[in-house]
C-alpha cells in the first residue's frame, strides 16, 4: 500500500523543508494545492496544537468531499492519504512569548520578514544577552487514514541576535542565533537545521507514531485474520 501526505500548508519554505525530512520512497508529499484544494480556516485556537488540528480538519474535509465526489485529481489506486499540518511560531521569553501563535501575522501577514525582524530587536534593545532566549515551535497535526487525530510538538532553541545574518530557511530565521553553531539558522545548511529544527523533531515524533499505527493496523489484521481460521 503506497502512502500519500497531503500537506495542510501553503507555506513555500516550510514544504520545501518537510519535503527533505520526509524520506521515505514509499511515501509521497503533496501541498494542498499540488493535491488540488486550498483552505485557509481561521486559526482561532489558542495553542500551536488546536491551530495545526483546525489546518489538518479543514483539508481533510476537502479531500474528503472530492473524494466522495469523485473529483481528486489524483489516483487514490492502493493509496492510504493522510493529512498532515503545521502550526509554528517564534516564542520570544523577554517579549513573554510574543510573537507565538501569531508569528505569521504579527505586523501583517504579508509585512516583509526584514522589518519584523528589525522591529522585534528594537522592542529588545535593552534586553542584556542572557535574557534573549527563544524558542522555534512547531505543533505537526494528522488525520491518520482511519480518521483519527495526532498532535505533536516540537521546539528549537536559540537567541534572539542583534542583527539579520543569512540567507536559507525563511521567516524569522535570519535574527535566530544558535550559540552551538555560531550562527543563525538562516546561516546554517537546511539539512543541519532538518537535523535539530522544531519541525524536523515534531514531523519524525509523527511519522514514528503513524508507523506505529500501521504496525498496531496490522497486528489487528492479523488477529482478525487468525479468529476467522478458528471459526
Ligand atoms: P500555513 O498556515 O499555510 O502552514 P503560515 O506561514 O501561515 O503557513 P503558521 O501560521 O504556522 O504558518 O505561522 C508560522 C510562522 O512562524 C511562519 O510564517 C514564520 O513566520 C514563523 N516560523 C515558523 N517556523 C519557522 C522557521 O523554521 N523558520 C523561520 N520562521 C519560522
Not at 489558542?46 to 483546525?54: D, G, H, M, R
Not at 489546518?55 to 489524483?74: H, M, N, S
Not at 512569548?97 to 501577514?109: D, H, Q, T, V, W
Not at 545548511?189 to 529544527?197: L, V
Request: glycine share 10%.
Amino acid at each position: 500500500m503506497k502512502q500519500l501526505i497531503i500537506f495542510a500548508t501553503g507555506n513555500k519554505g516550510k514544504i520545501r523543508e518537510i519535503r527533505d525530512i520526509i524520506t521515505d520512497p514509499n511515501t509521497e508529499v503533496l501541498s494542498m494545492r499540488e493535491a488540488g484544494v486550498s483552505a485557509d480556516p481561521d486559526e482561532n485556537g489558542t495553542s500551536f496544537e488546536e491551530n495545526a488540528l483546525i489546518k489538518a480538519r479543514a483539508v481533510y474535509d476537502l479531500i474528503r468531499q472530492k473524494k466522495e465526489a469523485g473529483t481528486l485529481c489524483f489516483d487514490t489506486t492502493d493509496t492510504q492519504i493522510t493529512v498532515m499540518s503545521d502550526d509554528s511560531g517564534l516564542v520570544i521569553d523577554a517579549l513573554g512569548g510574543e510573537p507565538g501563535i501569531y508569528s505569521a501575522r504579527y505586523l501583517g501577514y504579508d509585512t516583509d520578514y526584514n522589518y519584523k525582524m528589525e522591529q522585534i530587536m528594537k522592542r529588545m534593545e535593552n534586553v542584556p544577552d542572557k535574557e534573549r532566549t527563544a524558542r522555534f515551535v512547531a505543533a505537526v497535526g494528522a488525520i491518520f487514514p482511519d480518521g483519527s487525530e495526532h498532535v505533536v510538538l516540537g521546539a528549537m532553541e536559540g537567541v534572539i541576535a542583534r542583527g539579520i545574518y543569512g540567507q536559507n530557511g525563511f521567516g524569522y530565521d535570519p535574527f535566530f542565533y544558535l550559540p552551538e553553531y555560531g550562527k543563525t539558522s538562516a546561516e546554517i545548511t537546511e539539512e543541519e537545521k532538518n537535523a535539530i529544527s522544531h519541525r524536523g523533531k515534531a514531523l519524525r515524533a509523527m511519522l514514528a507514531q503513524f508507523e506505529a499505527w500501521q504496525r498496531s493496523g496490522e497486528a489487528a489484521q492479523k488477529t482478525a485474520a487468525a479468529c476467522g481460521d478458528y471459526k
